[in-house]
Nanobody, 118 residues
Framework: QVQLVESGGGLVQAGGSLRLSCAAS????????MGWYRQAPGKQRERVAT????????NYLDSVKGRFTISRDSAKSTLYLQMNSLKPEDTAVYYC???????????WGKGTLVTVSS
């Protein structure tokens, strides 16, 4: 099993920055992809950014390209999402997700709320 705990959310003005963290524990050696997802009120959850654990290949939602950066510190077993130039439409609960390579099982954190005021 894998446990994921997000932190770093909060209230920020438009144009500001936040850094989200996701601390992973458990059988993290079996993970091949980790990522950040978000869900705004009344909307479906969407993928924001992903990174492979081997090679560090990243992928971003078009609307966050150039503003958000996903990274991973393997020594600390922590995933990050640096969010700059935040917009009110970035307001959502942000979730950390990790996928296990040998069976495709997904693990989710409980989320952290990001609110961007205009």
């Amino acid at each position: 099993q894998v446990q994921l705990v997000e932190s770093g959310g909060g209230l920020v003005q438009a144009g500001g920055s936040l850094r989200l963290s996701c601390a992973a524990s458990g059988s993290i050696f079996a993970l091949n992809v980790m990522g950040w997802y978000r869900q705004a009120p009344g909307k479906q959850r969407e993928r924001v950014a992903t990174i492979t654990t081997s090679g560090g290949i990243t992928n971003y939602l078009d609307s966050v390209k150039g503003r958000f950066t996903i990274s991973r510190d393997s020594a600390k077993s922590t995933l990050y999402l640096q969010m700059n130039s935040l917009k009110p439409e970035d307001t959502a609960v942000y979730y950390c997700k990790a996928s296990r390579w040998y069976d495709g099982m997904d693990f989710w954190g409980k989320g952290t709320l990001v609110t961007v005021s205009s």
